[in-house]
């Protein structure tokens, strides 16, 4: 997911980019006062690109002092990443998850064809 990028960089980007969003929605629900530090990120967000994204937002951040990173962090940090980056413990669990799935579309081509098969015979229930 993070390719070559430093992987707690990739996660300041992503918080940054998603923090953006909600703060950039205009609704009622996600109202709220924002702090120096987020105005003036989204500002000079806004004054150098023309999109936000997570890889836009690496790019700018790759290249700050640990310092001002640091207070990036703690002003965008909302969640934990650590579910974003697979594991091998998940695998048997994606596999069945999979294994379902091809079941179901196996039942609805199964069914589709019987359907058509019927059509063509026209029989009537």
Known sequence: ??????QSLW??????AVEYT???????????ILTW????????????YSYISAPVIYR???HLHAEKISSLQTEFYT????????????????????????KIA??????KSNMEKMRKKKVVY
């Open 1 to 6: 997911m993070t390719g070559s990028r430093e």
């Open 11 to 16: 996660n300041l980007a992503c918080d940054i």
């Open 22 to 32: 909600i703060d950039h929605m205009d609704k009622p629900s996600t109202k709220r």
């Open 37 to 48: 530090l987020r105005s003036q990120t989204y500002q000079m967000l806004d004054e150098t």
């Open 60 to 62: 700018t951040i790759v």
């Open 79 to 102: 969640d934990d990443h650590r579910f974003w980056y697979a594991s091998n413990t998940s695998a048997p669990l994606q596999q069945n998850a999979q294994e379902q799935w091809n």
């Open 106 to 111: 196996n039942q609805i081509k199964y069914n």
